[in-house]
T-cell receptor, first 114, second 112 residues
Framework: DAGVTQSPTHLIKTRGQQVTLRCSPK?????VSWYQQALGQGPQFIFQ???????QRGNFPDRFSGHQFPNYSSELNVNALLLGDSALYLC?????????????FGDGTRLSIL | DAKTTQPNSMESNEEEPVHLPCNHS???????IHWYRQLPSQGPEYVIH???SNVNNRMASLAIAEDRKSSTLILHRATLRDAAVYYC?????????????FGGGTRLMVKP
């Protein structure tokens, strides 16, 4: 049973470019959340997708957008990249509304902005 | 949302028990206490959770104070593989979206 998979594992971009990160949730999960983790800090919630709609959003600008597909996989898009967007981007999957079962995380995509 | 407070770092010897504290003085009656840990170069992984009673699983034990204003994650015999950042998180019962609010966590170092 595959867990959460993310691609790519590493990515290097320059300022002003756009990037798309991908996530496949754990089998049986219908909800995908994205987190940004800066070096030395805890993950910060970006947004969550369920039934192909954004359900919750953290304190991130509109440059961050996402999408969920009918097979529950998801993409995170970041436009007009800034140096401060350099971070580990984590995807987590879960069942919507289930507070008792844990979220399952992928190992992330390390994004470096030059 | 209620906040948690954890020490920045702790150190333990291999094969000894480790008690990782967490303060959550503003917890509400229906908030669940969750613990996750993040090993180097990996995403966070679930460890344990509880509401009021102490909980045990194959990874750890969770001791919750009677007033629920604090909790302690107990690793019974630390191994080198347990070196990680441990996060104490409160999950709000009306948060149907299941988002997790991470703090800075406690970095656990295990000495051989």
């Amino acid at each position: 049973d595959a867990g959460v998979t993310q691609s790519p594992t590493h990515l290097i971009k320059t300022r002003g470019q756009q990037v798309t990160l991908r996530c496949s949730p754990k089998s049986g999960h219908d909800t995908v959340s994205w987190y940004q983790q800066a070096l030395g800090q805890g993950p910060q919630f970006i947004f969550q997708y369920y039934e192909e709609e954004e359900r919750q959003r953290g304190n991130f600008p509109d440059r961050f957008s996402g999408h969920q597909f009918p097979n529950y996989s998801s993409e995170l898009n970041v436009n007009a990249l800034l140096l401060g967007d350099s971070a580990l981007y984590l995807c987590a999957s879960s069942l919507f509304g289930d507070l008792y079962q844990p979220q399952h995380f992928g190992d992330g995509t390390r994004l470096s902005i030059l | 949302d209620a906040k948690t407070t954890q020490p920045n770092s702790m150190e333990s010897n291999e094969e000894e028990p480790v008690h990782l504290p967490c303060n959550h003085s503003t917890i509400s009656g229906t908030d669940y206490i969750h613990w996750y840990r993040q090993l180097p170069s990996q995403g966070p992984e679930y460890v344990i959770h509880g509401l009021t009673s102490n909980v045990n699983n194959r990874m750890a034990s969770l001791a919750i104070a009677e007033d629920r204003k604090s909790s302690t994650l107990i690793l019974h015999r630390a191994t080198l593989r347990d070196a990680a950042v441990y996060y104490c998180i409160l999950r709000v019962s009306n948060n149907a979206g299941n988002m997790l609010t991470f703090g800075g966590g406690t970095r656990l170092m295990v000495k051989p």
